[in-house]
């Protein structure tokens, strides 16, 4: 599947992946990507991390179904054995995924105990080996995410040489989010503060690779941000920005794909949320499971408070009542009345 026209030439000539929204657990679901879509066609979009197991002993459907309108969306794998990634690469591919990413950078307790994660940073050989068996067992994109050090290990040879190996096994596309992964001591959300970022460990990186795809990560939060990154790598990937304030996206596709097209306002958004909303429901999906993502897009704005409130009641939402999204807006409304009057 592909998301971007042949027709449009300006798009096809950039890096697909130049903007990206991170894989992030219990929060990009396909509710949360199809959000994202109606705000960019063209912002490159991830999965939560699926472990091997998950999909070869559990319940695949409920793992790997997607809407074709969110497309380009890359599968990410948890997982430390080549066969059994390899098996769930395949399965990904089947169900329509663009790119298999490997997870190499998550220092959370549980994934450590399936060793994998950013422990596998101390096995740069094993991920070559996992790298390559996905590589043979499928035709899509194979790609890492990783960290740049692990706990005191902070030299930038180390992660120079855990990409030098695993690029040897044909990965061309890394991801870097720019923080060591501290194993003992830091939970994964401190994880994601505390390390101090080092960007120029990723430009450094795509000086001494330049043959190679490397797109940063970490703390990223304005699309001024995004441009002075990709003065020095080929693609940026927003986290917590991007799920706290989707309507950040809304400028990506004219800024950085370089398409013609209006940015779509808020109202716009929402509308089109309203209507993906009342698909999901026809397929008993519980509304808020899609509203709960939604709570950010009009972050900023006067009354978004309210909508936020409204949008979290679990009474309200159990009804399946769509007319939740108008007492939403009332706050809104009621808001910018009071600061014209």
């Not at 000539?13 to 130049?18: G, I, P, S, T």
């Not at 490159?44 to 969110?70: I, K, Q, S």
Request: with cysteine.
């Amino acid at each position: 599947m592909s998301a971007v026209s042949s027709s449009d030439s300006q798009v096809s000539q950039l890096c697909a992946r130049r903007v990206s929204v991170a894989p992030m657990v219990d929060w990009t679901d396909r509710h949360c990507r199809s959000l994202h879509r109606l705000v960019s066609r063209h912002t490159w979009l991830y999965t939560e991390m699926v472990t091997t197991g998950a999909l070869l002993y559990g319940d695949v459907a409920r793992h790997l179904a997607f809407t074709p309108a969110e497309a380009p969306v890359a599968l990410q794998l948890g997982g430390s054995e080549p066969a059994d990634l390899a098996k769930s690469a395949k399965l990904g591919e089947q169900w329509g995924y663009d790119e298999i990413n490997l997870n190499c950078g998550c220092p959370s307790k549980r994934v450590q105990r399936g060793a994998f994660g950013a422990c596998l940073m101390k096995e740069p050989t094993l991920v070559a080996d996992c790298v390559k068996a996905i590589r043979d067992a499928v035709s899509v994109p194979v790609t890492v995410k990783h960290r740049i050090g692990v706990d005191a290990i902070e030299e930038y040879e180390f992660v120079r040489d855990f990409v030098g190996t695993v690029a040897d096994a044909g990965c061309e596309m890394f991801i870097v989010h720019a923080r060591n992964a501290i194993l003992k001591g830091l939970s994964p959300k401190e994880n994601r503060e505390i390390p101090p970022l080092k960007y120029y460990y990723a430009y450094r990186l795509k000086r001494d690779f330049p043959h190679l795809e490397i797109s940063i990560n970490g703390g990223i939060k304005t699309l001024d941000e995004v441009e002075e990154h990709l003065k020095h790598v080929d693609g940026v990937m927003l986290g917590r920005e991007a799920y706290h304030n989707p309507f950040v996206l809304a400028d990506v596709d004219a800024r950085f794909y370089g398409t013609a097209t209006i940015a779509p306002m808020r109202e716009e958004i929402e509308a089109g949320l309203i209507e993906y909303a009342r698909a999901e429901l026809a397929r008993s999906t519980y509304l808020g499971a899609v509203t709960r993502h939604a709570l950010g897009l009009y972050r900023g704005v006067a009354g978004a408070r309210g909508w936020r409130r409204v949008l979290s009641d679990s009474r309200r939402l159990a009804t399946g009542d769509l007319s939740v999204f108008d007492e939403a807006r009332s706050h809104l409304r009621d808001a910018l009345e009071a600061i014209e009057s």
